[in-house]
């Protein structure tokens, strides 16, 4: 049995007032920012022959 890893993780702000349409508009936005430094971190680390570890960034992302 094969496990999902967290490979990239950052924290969106939820505000005041959201919907849920809008919080999954700033979530997807997200998503595509991150998905392809998640990659890039993967990649890194399987060439240079380590295990990938988690990226995390605590810092909430302002978006729109």
Known sequence: HVRDA????????VREGDTPEALAAR???VEH?????????VCQALAAGREPTPMHDDTPQ???
């Open 33 to 41: 920012a991150l998905y392809p430094q998640a990659v890039d971190h």
């Open 62 to 64: 302002e978006t729109r």
């Open 6 to 13: 967290l490979v990239a993780q950052r924290r969106v702000p």
């Open 27 to 29: 979530v997807l936005e």
